[in-house]
Nanobody
Framework: QVQLVESGGGLVQAGGSLRLSCAASGRIFSINVMGWYRQAPGKEREFVASINWNGVSYGSYADSVKGRFTISRDNAKNTVYLQMNSLKPEDTAVYYC????????????WGQGTQVTVSS
């Protein structure tokens, strides 16, 4: 099992920045990819960004956040970050951290989520 705990959400004005953190514990060695998803009220959960857990860091992004958000990792701290700049009201959502094990192609582990609210 892998446990994930997000932090860093809050209320920010449009154009502002926030950094989300996701601390992983448990079977860290089993992780292949870490991702961030978000879910806005009345909408389905959507992919935001992902990064490989080992080797040279390589991030992937949804088109809606490309150029504004940056995903990174600190393996020594077992933590993944999501730096969010130039925030827009449409970025308002609950943001979830997720982990994909080496044995599957699905995100099997999820955090509890952290609320991000961007005011106009």
């Amino acid at each position: 099992q892998v446990q994930l705990v997000e932090s860093g959400g809050g209320l920010v004005q449009a154009g502002g920045s926030l950094r989300l953190s996701c601390a992983a514990s448990g079977r860290i060695f089993s992780i292949n990819v870490m991702g961030w998803y978000r879910q806005a009220p009345g909408k389905e959960r959507e992919f935001v960004a992902s990064i490989n857990w080992n080797g040279v860091s390589y991030g992937s992004y949804a088109d809606s956040v490309k150029g504004r958000f940056t995903i990174s990792r600190d393996n020594a701290k077992n933590t993944v970050y999501l730096q969010m700049n130039s925030l827009k009201p449409e970025d308002t959502a609950v943001y979830y951290c997720a982990a994909r094990p080496v044995t599957t192609f699905t995100y099997d582990y999820w955090g509890q989520g952290t609320q991000v609210t961007v005011s106009s």
